[in-house]
Protein backbone atom coordinates (compact mmCIF):
# COMPACT_ATOMS: atom_id res chain seq x y z
CA UNK A 1 0.00 0.00 0.00
CA UNK A 2 1.33 3.39 -0.69
CA UNK A 3 -0.12 6.45 1.31
CA UNK A 4 1.32 9.81 0.65
CA UNK A 5 2.02 11.89 3.88
CA UNK A 6 -0.36 14.76 3.09
CA UNK A 7 -3.22 12.05 2.74
CA UNK A 8 -6.03 12.00 5.35
CA UNK A 9 -7.22 8.15 5.80
CA UNK A 10 -10.29 7.73 8.29
CA UNK A 11 -9.80 5.43 10.96
CA UNK A 12 -12.59 2.99 9.51
CA UNK A 13 -11.72 3.08 5.57
CA UNK A 14 -11.35 -0.56 4.84
CA UNK A 15 -8.33 -0.49 1.95
CA UNK A 16 -7.47 -3.58 0.07
CA UNK A 17 -4.26 -4.75 -1.21
CA UNK A 18 -1.46 -2.61 -3.29
CA UNK A 19 -4.27 0.82 -2.88
CA UNK A 20 -2.28 3.94 -3.90
CA UNK A 21 -3.48 7.24 -2.02
CA UNK A 22 -2.08 10.57 -3.41
CA UNK A 23 -1.00 13.98 -2.08
CA UNK A 24 -4.12 15.90 0.16
CA UNK A 25 -6.53 12.90 -0.94
CA UNK A 26 -9.26 12.27 1.82
CA UNK A 27 -11.14 8.91 2.70
CA UNK A 28 -13.76 8.62 5.00
CA UNK A 29 -14.84 6.62 7.46
CA UNK A 30 -17.27 4.29 5.46
CA UNK A 31 -15.66 3.76 2.45
CA UNK A 32 -14.45 0.79 1.44
CA UNK A 33 -11.98 1.00 -1.12
CA UNK A 34 -10.88 -2.57 -3.25
CA UNK A 35 -7.48 -4.16 -4.33
CA UNK A 36 -5.40 -1.60 -6.95
CA UNK A 37 -7.27 1.15 -6.62
CA UNK A 38 -5.28 4.22 -7.21
CA UNK A 39 -6.35 7.76 -6.07
CA UNK A 40 -4.18 9.93 -8.05
CA UNK A 41 -4.32 13.31 -6.13
CA UNK A 42 -6.16 15.57 -4.23
CA UNK A 43 -9.60 13.29 -4.22
CA UNK A 44 -12.53 13.34 -1.69
CA UNK A 45 -14.19 9.81 -1.08
CA UNK A 46 -16.79 10.16 1.33
CA UNK A 47 -20.35 8.53 2.74
CA UNK A 48 -20.84 4.76 2.10
CA UNK A 49 -18.99 4.40 -1.44
CA UNK A 50 -17.21 1.55 -1.91
CA UNK A 51 -14.99 1.46 -5.33
CA UNK A 52 -14.40 -1.90 -7.11
CA UNK A 53 -10.88 -3.19 -7.69
CA UNK A 54 -8.48 -1.52 -10.50
CA UNK A 55 -10.29 1.67 -10.42
CA UNK A 56 -8.42 5.33 -10.72
CA UNK A 57 -9.66 8.74 -9.82
CA UNK A 58 -8.30 11.41 -10.66
CA UNK A 59 -7.65 15.08 -8.88
CA UNK A 60 -10.11 17.01 -7.67
CA UNK A 61 -13.32 14.23 -8.28
CA UNK A 62 -15.61 14.39 -5.60
CA UNK A 63 -16.96 11.04 -5.29
CA UNK A 64 -20.01 9.90 -2.38
CA UNK A 65 -20.80 13.41 -0.94
CA UNK A 66 -24.59 13.84 -0.46
CA UNK A 67 -26.73 14.17 -3.18
CA UNK A 68 -27.94 17.48 -4.70
CA UNK A 69 -31.05 16.57 -3.73
CA UNK A 70 -33.28 19.23 -0.94
CA UNK A 71 -35.40 16.30 -0.04
CA UNK A 72 -32.20 14.41 1.37
CA UNK A 73 -32.62 14.12 4.95
CA UNK A 74 -29.46 12.01 5.81
CA UNK A 75 -30.35 8.50 5.10
CA UNK A 76 -27.45 5.83 4.76
CA UNK A 77 -27.30 5.67 1.41
CA UNK A 78 -24.77 4.23 -0.67
CA UNK A 79 -22.79 4.55 -4.04
CA UNK A 80 -21.28 1.42 -5.45
CA UNK A 81 -18.64 2.10 -8.28
CA UNK A 82 -17.35 -0.98 -10.07
CA UNK A 83 -14.02 -2.46 -10.93
CA UNK A 84 -11.21 -1.35 -13.79
CA UNK A 85 -13.06 2.29 -13.95
CA UNK A 86 -11.67 5.33 -14.90
CA UNK A 87 -12.32 8.75 -13.57
CA UNK A 88 -11.05 11.47 -14.53
CA UNK A 89 -10.40 14.73 -13.19
CA UNK A 90 -13.45 17.44 -11.34
CA UNK A 91 -16.39 14.18 -11.08
CA UNK A 92 -19.06 14.36 -8.77
CA UNK A 93 -20.37 10.74 -8.08
CA UNK A 94 -23.63 11.08 -5.60
CA UNK A 95 -25.01 8.33 -3.04
CA UNK A 96 -28.28 7.09 -3.63
CA UNK A 97 -31.87 8.87 -1.76
CA UNK A 98 -34.68 7.34 0.34
CA UNK A 99 -36.54 8.84 -2.70
CA UNK A 100 -35.10 6.52 -5.29
CA UNK A 101 -33.64 2.78 -4.34
CA UNK A 102 -30.81 4.47 -1.42
CA UNK A 103 -28.43 3.65 -3.83
CA UNK A 104 -26.08 5.11 -6.83
CA UNK A 105 -24.55 2.48 -9.11
CA UNK A 106 -21.74 2.46 -11.79
CA UNK A 107 -20.66 -0.24 -13.35
CA UNK A 108 -17.46 -1.88 -14.65
CA UNK A 109 -14.89 -0.39 -16.96
CA UNK A 110 -15.97 2.82 -17.34
CA UNK A 111 -14.67 5.80 -18.14
CA UNK A 112 -16.12 8.64 -17.02
CA UNK A 113 -14.05 11.80 -18.47
CA UNK A 114 -13.10 15.67 -16.60
CA UNK A 115 -16.00 17.81 -14.79
CA UNK A 116 -19.13 14.92 -15.63
CA UNK A 117 -21.90 14.71 -13.07
CA UNK A 118 -23.37 11.42 -12.34
CA UNK A 119 -26.44 12.03 -9.55
CA UNK A 120 -28.66 10.34 -7.02
CA UNK A 121 -30.20 7.01 -7.87
CA UNK A 122 -28.43 6.69 -11.13
CA UNK A 123 -27.93 3.03 -12.71
CA UNK A 124 -24.96 3.09 -15.07
CA UNK A 125 -24.18 -0.14 -16.85
CA UNK A 126 -20.94 -1.66 -17.88
CA UNK A 127 -18.33 -0.48 -20.53
CA UNK A 128 -20.27 3.03 -20.39
CA UNK A 129 -17.93 6.03 -21.81
CA UNK A 130 -19.37 9.55 -20.57
CA UNK A 131 -17.23 12.14 -22.32
CA UNK A 132 -16.34 15.94 -20.64
CA UNK A 133 -19.28 17.38 -19.21
CA UNK A 134 -21.53 15.29 -19.61
CA UNK A 135 -24.64 15.30 -16.71
CA UNK A 136 -26.94 12.34 -15.76
CA UNK A 137 -30.01 13.51 -13.28
CA UNK A 138 -31.20 11.64 -10.32
CA UNK A 139 -32.75 8.52 -10.98
CA UNK A 140 -31.12 8.27 -14.70
CA UNK A 141 -30.68 4.39 -16.13
CA UNK A 142 -27.94 4.11 -18.34
CA UNK A 143 -27.69 0.73 -19.95
CA UNK A 144 -24.19 -1.61 -20.93
CA UNK A 145 -21.47 -0.12 -23.55
CA UNK A 146 -23.90 3.43 -24.01
CA UNK A 147 -21.44 6.25 -25.66
CA UNK A 148 -21.90 10.11 -25.13
CA UNK A 149 -20.45 12.56 -27.06
CA UNK A 150 -19.22 15.64 -24.69
CA UNK A 151 -21.75 18.32 -22.98
CA UNK A 152 -24.72 16.10 -22.92
CA UNK A 153 -27.51 16.37 -19.99
CA UNK A 154 -29.72 13.44 -19.13
CA UNK A 155 -33.33 14.79 -17.80
CA UNK A 156 -33.97 12.77 -14.52
CA UNK A 157 -36.03 9.12 -14.70
CA UNK A 158 -34.76 9.42 -18.23
CA UNK A 159 -33.53 5.14 -19.77
CA UNK A 160 -30.88 4.83 -22.35
CA UNK A 161 -31.04 1.36 -23.59
CA UNK A 162 -27.51 -0.50 -24.29
CA UNK A 163 -25.36 0.53 -26.93
CA UNK A 164 -26.95 3.62 -27.52
CA UNK A 165 -24.99 6.47 -29.02
CA UNK A 166 -25.34 10.02 -27.87
CA UNK A 167 -24.26 12.79 -29.92
CA UNK A 168 -22.50 15.63 -28.54
CA UNK A 169 -24.19 18.69 -26.91
CA UNK A 170 -27.69 16.68 -26.59
CA UNK A 171 -30.08 17.32 -24.17
CA UNK A 172 -32.02 13.82 -23.61
CA UNK A 173 -35.49 14.29 -21.95
CA UNK A 174 -36.72 11.13 -23.36
CA UNK A 175 -36.07 7.05 -23.44
CA UNK A 176 -33.56 6.10 -25.84
CA UNK A 177 -34.43 3.06 -27.22
CA UNK A 178 -31.17 0.36 -27.35
CA UNK A 179 -28.71 0.43 -29.97
CA UNK A 180 -30.07 3.91 -31.19
CA UNK A 181 -28.99 6.98 -31.79
CA UNK A 182 -29.99 10.57 -30.71
CA UNK A 183 -29.14 14.16 -31.04
CA UNK A 184 -30.24 17.49 -30.99
CA UNK A 185 -31.79 19.77 -28.42
CA UNK A 186 -34.82 18.38 -27.06
CA UNK A 187 -33.10 15.19 -28.95
CA UNK A 188 -34.75 13.31 -31.28
CA UNK A 189 -34.35 9.55 -32.63
CA UNK A 190 -31.54 9.83 -35.70
CA UNK A 191 -31.64 5.83 -36.46
CA UNK A 192 -29.83 3.34 -35.24
CA UNK A 193 -26.25 2.89 -33.66
CA UNK A 194 -24.81 1.43 -36.93
CA UNK A 195 -20.92 2.30 -36.32
CA UNK A 196 -21.44 0.91 -32.80
CA UNK A 197 -22.70 -2.07 -33.76
CA UNK A 198 -20.22 -2.95 -36.21
CA UNK A 199 -17.56 -2.21 -33.55
CA UNK A 200 -18.92 -4.52 -30.98
CA UNK A 201 -18.98 -7.36 -33.36
CA UNK A 202 -22.60 -7.78 -33.67
CA UNK A 203 -23.13 -10.32 -37.04
CA UNK A 204 -24.38 -8.55 -40.19
CA UNK A 205 -27.40 -10.48 -40.80
CA UNK A 206 -28.74 -9.47 -36.97
CA UNK A 207 -28.03 -5.58 -38.05
CA UNK A 208 -30.14 -5.56 -41.16
CA UNK A 209 -32.82 -7.44 -39.01
CA UNK A 210 -32.81 -4.83 -36.59
CA UNK A 211 -33.12 -1.90 -39.23
CA UNK A 212 -35.85 -3.72 -40.55
CA UNK A 213 -37.79 -3.52 -37.31
CA UNK A 214 -36.54 -0.17 -36.50
CA UNK A 215 -38.73 0.96 -39.60
CA UNK A 216 -41.29 -0.61 -38.86
CA UNK A 217 -41.18 0.19 -35.40
CA UNK A 218 -41.16 3.72 -36.29
CA UNK A 219 -42.97 3.81 -39.49
CA UNK A 220 -46.72 6.23 -39.40
CA UNK A 221 -49.07 3.22 -39.89
CA UNK A 222 -51.43 2.60 -36.82
CA UNK A 223 -50.06 3.46 -33.44
CA UNK A 224 -46.84 2.38 -32.30
CA UNK A 225 -48.24 0.38 -29.54
CA UNK A 226 -49.61 -1.57 -32.62
CA UNK A 227 -46.24 -1.01 -34.48
CA UNK A 228 -44.53 -2.71 -31.38
CA UNK A 229 -46.54 -5.50 -31.08
CA UNK A 230 -46.51 -6.42 -34.61
CA UNK A 231 -42.41 -6.32 -34.89
CA UNK A 232 -42.32 -8.57 -31.27
CA UNK A 233 -44.47 -10.96 -33.30
CA UNK A 234 -42.40 -10.79 -36.65
CA UNK A 235 -38.95 -10.69 -35.06
CA UNK A 236 -39.93 -13.24 -32.09
CA UNK A 237 -36.70 -14.70 -32.87
CA UNK A 238 -34.54 -11.71 -32.98
CA UNK A 239 -32.72 -11.09 -29.74
CA UNK A 240 -31.77 -7.38 -30.49
CA UNK A 241 -35.46 -6.66 -31.97
CA UNK A 242 -36.80 -8.44 -28.20
CA UNK A 243 -34.68 -5.74 -26.51
CA UNK A 244 -36.32 -2.96 -28.14
CA UNK A 245 -39.40 -4.34 -27.69
CA UNK A 246 -39.13 -4.90 -24.24
CA UNK A 247 -37.57 -1.66 -23.48
CA UNK A 248 -40.39 0.13 -24.99
CA UNK A 249 -43.33 -2.10 -23.77
CA UNK A 250 -41.55 -1.42 -20.22
CA UNK A 251 -43.67 1.20 -17.86
CA UNK A 252 -41.47 4.64 -18.01
CA UNK A 253 -41.78 7.99 -16.16
CA UNK A 254 -40.84 9.99 -19.56
CA UNK A 255 -42.10 9.72 -23.43
CA UNK A 256 -39.79 7.94 -26.03
CA UNK A 257 -37.54 9.45 -28.29
CA UNK A 258 -38.70 9.20 -31.27
CA UNK A 259 -37.58 10.09 -35.19
CA UNK A 260 -37.79 14.22 -35.66
CA UNK A 261 -40.66 13.53 -38.51
CA UNK A 262 -42.32 10.68 -36.42
CA UNK A 263 -41.03 8.63 -38.94
CA UNK A 264 -37.82 5.70 -39.28
CA UNK A 265 -34.98 7.35 -40.72
CA UNK A 266 -32.77 4.16 -41.45
Known sequence: MEVHPTAVISAGARLGQNVKIGPYSVVGETVVLGDNVELVSHVVVAGR???????RIFPFS???????????????STLTIGQNCVIRENVTINPGTAGGNMTTRVGDNCLIMASAHVAHDCVVGDNVVLANYVGLAGHSVIG????????????QFVRIGAH???????????????????????????????????????????IHTLRAAYRMVFSNEGTLRERVDDAAQLFK?????????????????RPLCLPRNGQAEE
Open 144 to 155: DFVRFGGMCAVH
Open 62 to 76: SIGHQPQDLKYKGEP
Open 49 to 55: TEIGAGT
Open 164 to 206: AFIGAQSMIDADVIPYGMAVGNRARLAGLNLVGLKRSGFERES
Open 237 to 253: DEPLVQDVVSFISSASD
